[in-house]
């Protein structure tokens, strides 16, 4: 939903102050952000900014340090493919390589259709179950590049715009 | 004096500053370390590991110890009995090894060419290279500090060395400055210079890894990032990655260092002059006191008015109405015969805001001994009410401080002054003391940058800035915060200073400020439990008739606190010619004499000026231009009048409306052309050195009024150089120093006065009335800020350049708007004298009566920048109170 300027910056401003805890820094009202809208727009760095009294380069700088912030509004459904050492041993490279034959995508990215935001993560913490995969936040373990496809595919075809 | 350590470095024992890095110790003794991140006067930072060395610290038992691995030398401190080595066979090979690394991302047809040798700094290449990584195409060439590492450190290279290309887009479409991110070693030391020093933040770094570059929040232009247009980034960049675009690719032919004619506080600055003796840059002096390597957008890009070809270039008479060209002889002749007539009152003479010191004791010199007359003023002497109680109160007429005490601070107190517009450089210190802790009060009804800096911005209705510093004081006294010692032993007139504030009621004072009881007792205690606090007042929006009091109150306040001259305290007049001190100092004004001495009959100055030619008292008026008065208040109104004059005399470097009036007209030398010396606003005298060689016919203004006095039979004028006016000036001038030529430094040489104290009775003197007319009732007080990023700007290409477009935010009172009918959000039209601007109304509780607005300094630089006058620093719009009426479109 793109939402228009003024109900953002109401949105932005109310992910910094829904912070409960002591410590409200650059980099926490960043997360609280993207957890809040999904990503981080230009009207965020300049609320964060202003809220911690420094300037919108600075707070830009420490943003785009963090691979994991986006700065454009994801895809529909998230999928993260783990790649750390205990899922890469259980055969990880395999499903990568189905997943991102699958999206069509050669590297991380979002789809072209809108529907998918694909992203290398290199670590799930579940690696008791490697190899796992994350769809929409939500783990799969122990899983091969057949059922992870064929989980997505699950999602695409439940998408009503889909049908 | 601290003690210093001993460390030996490479064998050689040396003594260092405690708690400096091992580099700067090296380089404080004249030792080189390869160095490409570390910059002298900023935070270690240690990313390049250029300066890589072995170190070893003594151990009680006798024994050394390592420090572990290769430290860099710029991250870590030495101390007593460290042994450092900085040249093993290990350490070069290291080097070479990160160098080869950090080439590896960066072009170097430069480096590895097998004909470096054989060209000279200027031949074409002739395609041993490809293209783009040319020796010539780097705007750095020859003066890159990343090759001159690469050849001290005599790495082989091999030909042809691949690179990885970034393929960056070059950035070129904001004002003064091109980046070309290809030739970036991400050194950071530009992200350091604009945070660290300049406190602005407007460039940073990001991304990480591989990816890490310069840049600006999600790309946006400069001109809505925070940037000042200071070039400092410029000035500490090693490579070609940030340079200056005009005349980017020239080379220097030769660097002189010289004093920016910009404002008072007199940036040293080293200009690069190519053979075709032109200005091509302006780099500041790091080891300069005075400015400490820092310069503005006046000083880095507002000096090119120099190279201008239309300049004046031979002396002109007008005959039949029309100016032609003469000699010298023949205009000289007809100028002294012509000034024989009219010796005496009917004469005046205006000397120029940038003339040296010379040319002011000549000027002054001219008109009192030669034409006996004491009308004699210099052209920016427009704010002459902050200078009146002055030498009362505090014995000298300029600041009782230096501009880099500022940094020991703990508090500043800064009125009506638009310091990071005015006077740039004065404002750096400020920001990092703030920076680091030190507090602010601002009381100005705009909003500038320092405001954004400050926690305690007051604004008190127009023109009652006396009478709320009145009340300060009245509630020092009434808390008892005062200084007792200082003000009763060390300042004269202590008692009846203090009858004369029990006319500042504080309910009184509240009324006609509009300034709370208890926000005056606040800033009452703020100004009195600081340890030191610095007083700058420019009174820039205070109505002439108040600023006598103003100024008067503000060093009643200082002397009360105890805040005169000790570290970090101080009280800083800030006027705007860069010579006013000087030509203050040797008497170039109606009221004084040389050295202070007072005129039994003082002469007509600027302010009267006006009046006396329309009377008809002045027959002959002489202005010595340079120019700089044309933009100012007195320009304007003396420009109505010029013609009114029966002989006009000019000396000037390019045609204004001074020239287009004049019967004679000489040709003019320009600050980059002179030889001589300006006085700066901590009393700091200054070399003024001829950078460029002559390009005309034209002279220096003492010169010309020497050649005119002796045709007039004066022989007091014979003067061969420079050097020999300074001598005999010099000896007017009151000090408790020795001052001579030989004795000014690269540094410049800042002469003690002596210092008296005493306190002047103050009354609550009301504004006579407002600038606000029927036509226009109300008044604007328009803000100029780096940056406000909540406000949506829009950059468009106009021309390929940026352009910013803001929808302004126009503050009205509530119930003023209520009157003309005006919502929240409504669009609105503001109309002045020659002003206009549009945008969206804001109501708040601002004072009645008034109309405010904050625009962006970026919008304003975009507007210099295009400006198609000689020097379109002098149209710099400063921030005055207008009259303006508002509208609904």
Not at chain 2, 362 to 376: G, H, L, W
Not at chain 2, 674 to 702: M, Y
Not at chain 2, 826 to 849: T, W, Y
Request: proline letters at 5%.
């Amino acid at each position: 939903m793109p939402a228009d300027n003024d109900t953002l910056r109401k949105q932005i401003i109310e992910a910094i102050a829904s912070q409960h805890r002591p410590t409200v820094t650059v980099l926490s009202s960043l997360l609280a952000i993207q957890d809040s809208i999904g990503y981080i727009p230009d009207e965020a760095i300049e609320e964060v900014a202003v809220q911690q009294n420094t300037t919108v380069n600075a707070v830009f700088g420490v943003a785009s340090f963090y691979p994991n912030f986006r700065f454009s509004p994801p895809n529909k459904h998230s999928i993260e493919v783990c790649w750390g050492p205990t899922c890469h041993l259980q055969g990880s490279s395999n499903i990568l390589q189905a997943v991102l034959n699958y999206l069509e995508l050669k590297e991380e990215g979002d789809t072209e259709d809108g529907e998918f935001s694909f992203r290398f993560n290199t670590c799930l913490g579940a690696c008791s179950q490697a190899p796992v995969i994350s769809v929409n936040h939500e783990l799969f373990g122990k899983i091969s590049p057949d059922e992870s496809i064929n989980i997505i595919n699950k999602i695409k075809s439940s998408d009503p715009h889909h049908k | 004096m601290t003690e210093k350590i001993n460390l030996i470095i490479d064998g050689k024992e040396i003594q260092a500053e405690p708690g400096s890095m091992i580099i700067q110790a090296a380089m404080d003794n004249g030792m080189y370390i390869p160095y490409l991140c570390y910059y002298p006067g900023m935070k270690p930072y240690g990313a390049c590991r250029m300066c890589v060395v072995k170190a070893e610290t003594p151990t009680p038992d006798g024994s050394y110890r390592s420090l572990p691995g290769n430290p860099a030398s710029c991250t870590t401190p030495i101390s007593e009995g460290m042994r450092v080595e900085t040249n093993t066979d290990e350490l070069i090979s290291l080097r070479k090894g990160i160098m080869e690394l950090l080439i590896s991302e960066h072009p170097h047809g430069c480096l590895n060419c097998h004909r470096i040798d054989l060209c000279g700094p200027t031949d074409v290449c002739l395609r041993h290279v490809t293209v783009n990584d040319r020796c010539v195409t780097c705007p750095k060439n020859e003066r890159c500090e990343l090759k001159d590492t690469v050849r001290y450190m005599e790495m082989e290279l091999t030909t042809p060395l691949t690179y990885n290309n970034r393929h960056l887009p070059l950035e070129v479409k904001d004002p003064y400055w091109d980046m070309d991110m290809n030739l970036c070693i991400v050194c950071s030391r530009c992200v350091r210079a604009c945070d660290e020093v300049r406190v602005d933040q407007a460039i940073t770094l990001k991304d990480r890894s591989g990816r890490s570059i310069i840049g600006t929040s999600n790309g946006i232009s400069l001109l809505e990032s925070g940037c000042e247009f200071c070039g400092a980034c410029i000035d500490v960049c090693p490579t070609g990655a940030i340079v200056e675009r005009d005349y980017k690719w020239d080379k220097a032919e030769t660097k002189t260092t010289t004093t920016c004619p910009h404002c008072p506080v007199g940036c040293q600055t080293s200009l690069d002059i190519n053979k075709r003796n032109k200005l091509i840059r302006s780099i500041p002096v790091r080891e300069a006191e005075a400015n400490q390597g820092m310069t503005c957008f006046k000083g880095k890009f507002g000096l090119d008015y120099v190279n201008n070809r239309n300049r004046i270039k031979t002396p002109l008479i007008k005959k039949n109405g029309q100016l032609t060209e003469s000699s010298w002889p023949e205009a000289l002749d007809l100028v002294a015969s012509k000034f024989s007539q009219y010796k005496g009152n009917s004469y005046s003479l205006i000397s120029s805001d940038r003339g040296t010191n010379e040319d002011h004791f000549i000027a002054q010199k001219f008109a009192r001994q030669v034409m006996d007359s004491n009308n004699i003023d210099f052209s920016s002497n427009t704010n002459t009410e902050i200078f009146d109680n002055l030498s009362d109160m505090i014995g000298h007429p300029s600041a009782t401080n230096t501009i880099w005490n500022l940094l020991k601070s703990e508090l500043f107190v800064i009125i009506s002054s638009n310091i990071t517009e005015q006077h740039n450089v004065l404002g750096v210190p400020i920001k990092q003391a703030i920076s680091k802790g030190a507090k602010a009060i601002i009381i100005d009804p705009r909003e500038t940058d320092l405001s954004r800096f400050s926690d305690n911005w007051i604004k008190p209705n127009i023109n009652t800035e006396h009478i709320l510093i009145g009340g300060i004081i009245r509630s020092v006294i009434d808390q008892s915060l005062e200084d007792h010692d200082f003000s009763t032993k060390s300042c004269e007139n202590f008692d009846e200073f203090r009858n004369s504030i029990w006319d500042f009621d504080l309910s009184r004072v509240s009324t006609e400020t509009g300034i709370a009881q208890d926000e005056i007792q606040n800033l009452a205690k703020l100004i009195a439990e600081s340890q030191s606090t610095s007083f700058l007042y420019s009174l820039d929006t205070i109505s002439s008739e108040l600023k006598s009091s103003a100024s008067t109150s503000i060093i009643n306040l200082a002397l009360l606190t105890g805040n005169t001259d000790k570290p970090g305290a101080g009280i800083y007049p800030l006027f705007s010619g860069p010579n006013e001190q000087g030509a203050r100092d040797i008497g170039c004004t109606p009221n004084f004499m040389p050295g202070y001495n007072h005129n039994p009959t003082s002469g007509i100055g600027l302010k009267q000026l006006n009046e006396s030619i329309n009377r008809g008292d002045i027959k002959a008026l002489h202005i010595l231009g340079n120019q700089a008065s044309i933009g100012s208040e007195s320009g304007k109104t003396i420009k109505n009048i010029v013609d009114k004059v029966e002989f006009l005399v000019v000396h000037e470097s390019f045609e204004n409306e001074f020239t287009d009036c004049a019967d004679v007209v000489f040709p003019s030398s320009l600050f980059a052309e002179k030889d001589g010396t300006f006085t700066n606003l901590e009393r700091r005298i200054h070399k003024v050195n001829p950078a460029l060689g002559s390009k005309f016919d034209e002279d220096e203004d003492w010169r010309i009024l020497c050649q005119i006095a002796l045709r007039m039979g004066s022989n007091a004028f014979n003067y061969n150089t420079s050097h020999e006016v300074f001598t005999e000036l010099s000896t007017f001038i009151q000090t408790t120093d020795e001052i001579s030529f030989d004795k000014i430094s690269e540094s410049g040489q800042i002469y003690g006065v002596e210092r008296n104290y005493k306190f002047k009775p103050l009354s609550m003197t009301l504004s006579k009335g407002s600038i606000a007319t029927d036509t226009f009732p109300m008044i604007l007080t328009r803000g100029r800020i780096l940056e406000e990023s909540t406000v949506d700007a829009k950059i468009e290409l106009v021309n390929d350049k940026n352009s910013i477009t803001r929808n302004e935010i126009i503050e009205l009172n509530s119930q003023d708007a209520a009157d003309i009918n005006i919502l929240e959000g409504d669009p609105v039209k503001i109309i002045g004298e020659n002003f206009e601007l549009s945008g969206v109304a804001h109501l708040n509780g601002i004072n009645s009566g008034t109309v405010s607005t904050t625009q962006l300094f970026g919008s304003l630089i975009e507007k210099v920048q295009e400006h198609k006058t000689e020097d379109p620093m002098l149209y710099f719009d400063e921030l005055t109170l207008i009259p303006v009426r508002i509208e609904k479109p």
